[in-house]
């Protein structure tokens, strides 16, 4: 069954936070989905900093996005990156 998409703008970023972190518990074949929305700049933003991020994924360091604005960064163990170029160059 297929719909158009439900758009939610919420008041308080602690409510959409705990919906987008419960989201993994909609049943894998339900054709139900949350994800967030982002303008296409900071989509290319986040791309440009998925090989960092799957680096850090695979090093056990749990990488997060972090949305500023118009900014996304990269935080690893506290350290906030703007590029992959910059992680690759200080992580060991």
Known sequence: MKGNPIIVKFVSQLHRDTVLRHAFNLPPNSGSGVSQHLPVALQKK???????????????????????????TLVVDGKTYKTAQSYFEHST
């Open 46 to 72: 986040k791309q440009e900093l998925r090989p960092a991020f799957d680096d850090a994924r695979k090093k056990n360091r749990k990488p997060k996005y972090r949305v500023d604005g118009a900014q996304v």
